[in-house]
């Protein structure tokens, strides 16, 4: 079974640049996530998709970061204008289930540098 | 809010030791609790979990238990190998939307 795909892996832009990010979740997952995880920190959720409809999106810069997920399946990530600190590595994971009981599984992630 | 506050590394072990990496959690609701992992490079991969009181989750010879009274879960392993060198994050899910909620991490290094 494939897992969750992200690209791309490794991103530098200038800040103020727009950057968007990819991902594919594992064939079936209803759920998916947009995590944050900054150097030396635990992840942490940005948006939550049920399908392509929003569940949580109450941690997501909205003046800058934008998602959606068409069809319920693929979803991006943007941000525009990017700013200093959004370095981070962005994790993408989906689930079957959105209960925390279930697993959720974890792309590679991508890693952004803004200079 | 909910929050997990799990012990601050870096932990450094010598192959074959004994190592624990202490888990706390917010009480509110009832939470399943989780341990992740993160080998360099990769991405994060579910170690195991626990979903009530009392329950032990254990996988690759890694334990731990859902202590209510103690809002703890810490992580376990008699014998660590070099192979387990990673970064271990423990989470809680719970609230309306069951979203997960990370400690910071503990980063491990064995050493041969």
């Known amino acids: 079974e494939a897992g969750v795909a992200q690209s791309p892996r490794y991103k530098i832009i200038e800040k103020r640049q727009s950057v968007a990010f990819w991902c594919n979740p594992i064939s079936g997952h209803a759920t998916l996530y947009w995590y944050q995880q900054i150097l030396g920190q635990g992840p942490k959720l940005l948006i939550q998709?049920?399908?392509?409809?929003?569940?949580?999106d109450s941690q997501l810069p909205k003046d800058r970061f934008s998602a959606e997920r068409l069809k319920g399946v693929d979803s991006t990530l943007k941000i525009q204008p990017a700013k200093l600190e959004d370095s981070a590595v962005y994790l993408c994971?989906?689930?079957?289930?959105?209960?925390?009981?279930?697993?959720?599984?974890f792309g590679p992630g991508t890693r952004l540098t803004v200079l | 809010g909910d929050s997990v506050t799990q012990m601050e590394g870096p932990v450094t072990l010598s192959e074959e030791a004994f190592l624990t990496i202490n888990c706390t959690y917010t009480?509110?609701?009832?939470?399943?609790l989780f341990w992740y992992v993160q080998y360099p490079g990769e991405g994060l991969q579910l170690l195991l979990k626990?979903?009530?009181?009392?329950d032990k989750g254990s996988n690759k010879g890694f334990e731990a238990t859902y202590r209510k009274e103690t809002t703890s879960f810490h992580l376990e392993k008699g014998s660590v190998q070099v192979s387990d060198s990673a970064v271990y994050f423990c989470a809680r899910g719970g609230g309306s939307n069951y979203k997960l909620t990370f400690g910071k991490g503990t980063l491990l290094t064995v050493n041969p």
């Open positions: 998709f049920q399908n392509n409809g929003v569940v949580d």
């Open positions: 626990a979903t009530k009181a009392d």
């Open positions: 009480a509110t609701g009832y939470p399943s």
């Open positions: 994971a989906s689930s079957l289930d959105p209960r925390g009981v279930n697993e959720q599984f």
